[in-house]
């Protein structure tokens, strides 16, 4: 069974840190593009970042750029999202997304489209 399960969700307060993990089953992540999106209350879901295996490239929201960092671990066909100086407005229900499919370029990596297997959200607050 193809699946992705995220962790790593909470309660933060401002200016803190956390960690999202998502674990892939039934697929590899060696050849394939992962990403993480969001998305608040109201709002459309929102590409966050992205890690390609097409030549290692990392993308990144602009409103997330030098707070987060994507990186994976291949070995235990996971992938990860270390937040730091987290905000307000990040507050959203975290996804992890990946294609199966082998992308010929990650220059689509910010559409939902490109991305046929999601895992079913964990929930980041950030509060005082």
């Known amino acids: 069974q193809v699946q992705l399960v995220e962790s790593g969700g909470g309660l933060v307060q401002p200016g803190g840190s956390l960690t999202l993990s998502c674990a892939a089953s039934g697929f590899s992540l060696d050849f394939n593009g992962i990403a993480w999106f969001r998305q608040a209350p109201g709002k459309e879901r929102e590409a966050v970042s992205c890690?390609?295996?097409?030549?290692?490239?990392?993308y990144y929201a602009d409103s997330v750029k030098g707070r987060f960092t994507i990186s994976r671990d291949n070995a235990k066909n996971s992938v990860y999202l270390r937040m730091n100086s987290l905000k307000p407005e990040d507050t959203a229900v975290y996804y992890c997304a990946a294609s199966t499919i082998l992308w010929q370029s990650g220059s689509l990596w910010y559409s939902v489209h490109e991305y046929d297997v999601w895992g079913q959200g964990t929930q980041v607050t950030v509060s005082s």
């Open positions: 890690s390609t295996s097409i030549d290692g490239t990392t």
